[in-house]
T-cell receptor, first 113, second 110 residues
C-alpha cells in the first residue's frame, strides 16, 4: 500500500508568481485535506476535498484554490504569491470525510523570495 | 472559535518519562490526537483517544484525557534520543477539520 506522496519536495518562487503543489492520496482514500505550516507553528487548515468537491475551508483568501481528480489525487494552487506564503504545505488523506484518521505526506517546502 | 494550546518546549534526560500537555476549547471534540514531527518531515500519527475515554495506553505511550478541564496529556515512558521531535496535539469533530496546537519541542538529553 502506497502512502501519501507530495511533489515537489522543495520549491522557490518570487513574489507575485503562481504555484501548483500536488498530492497523491493513500490508496482507497477519497478525502484530501491541505494544511499550511509556517515555521515554528502548527499546521493550519486550508481546505478539504471530498469526492472532487470542496468540503470545508479554513481562513485563507481565495487566491488559495484546489482541485481533486477522479483518482482522488489533489492540487493546491496559490496565485499572487506573498512572502508570508513561505511555509511547509502538508497534504493529508483519509478514508472518508467522517473517518477519524488522516495520514500525512512529507510536505512541500515553499520559499517565496 | 476552536483553540488548542501547548507548552512550546520540554527537556528531559534519556530514560526519564516525558509528559506533554495540551488544553483545548471545543467541548464537542470527538477525538483528540497526538502527532509527532521530526525535522524536515510530515506528521506521524502516534495515537488518539475517543472523547468518552479517560486513558489509553499503547506500549510506551499513555494518553490521559480530563474532559471536564479539557486537558489532554501524552506520557512517554523511558524516553530515548529518538523521541526528540515536535509533538502536536489536535482535535477533531465528525465532518469538521482538524485543529492543531502550536507543537511542543521535546529535547532528550543523553
Amino acid at each position: 500500500e502506497t502512502g501519501v506522496t507530495q511533489s515537489p519536495t522543495h520549491l522557490i518562487k518570487t513574489r507575485g508568481q503562481q504555484v501548483t503543489l500536488r498530492c497523491s492520496s493513500q490508496s482507497g482514500h477519497n478525502t484530501v485535506s491541505w494544511y499550511q505550516q509556517a515555521l515554528g507553528q502548527g499546521p493550519q487548515f486550508i481546505f478539504q476535498y471530498y469526492r472532487e468537491e470542496e468540503n470545508g475551508r479554513g481562513n485563507f483568501p481565495p487566491r488559495f484554490s484546489g482541485l481533486q481528480f477522479p483518482n482522488y489525487s489533489s492540487e493546491l494552487n496559490v496565485n499572487a504569491l506573498e512572502l508570508d506564503d513561505s511555509a511547509l504545505y502538508l497534504c493529508a488523506s483519509s478514508l472518508h470525510r467522517e473517518y477519524n484518521e488522516q495520514f500525512f505526506g512529507p510536505g512541500t517546502r515553499l520559499t517565496v523570495l | 472559535g476552536e483553540d488548542v494550546e501547548q507548552s512550546l518546549f520540554l527537556s528531559v534526560r534519556e530514560g526519564d518519562s516525558s509528559v506533554i500537555n495540551c488544553t483545548y476549547t471545543d467541548s464537542s471534540s470527538t477525538y483528540l490526537y497526538w502527532y509527532k514531527q521530526e525535522p524536515g518531515a510530515g506528521l506521524q500519527l502516534l495515537t488518539y483517544i475517543f472523547s468518552n475515554m479517560d486513558m489509553k495506553q499503547d506500549q510506551r505511550l499513555t494518553v490521559l484525557l480530563n474532559k471536564k478541564d479539557k486537558h489532554l496529556s501524552l506520557r512517554i515512558a523511558d524516553t530515548q534520543t529518538g523521541d526528540s521531535a515536535i509533538y502536536f496535539c489536535a482535535e477533531w469533530d465528525y465532518g469538521q477539520n482538524f485543529v492543531f496546537g502550536p507543537g511542543t519541542r521535546l529535547s532528550v538529553l543523553p
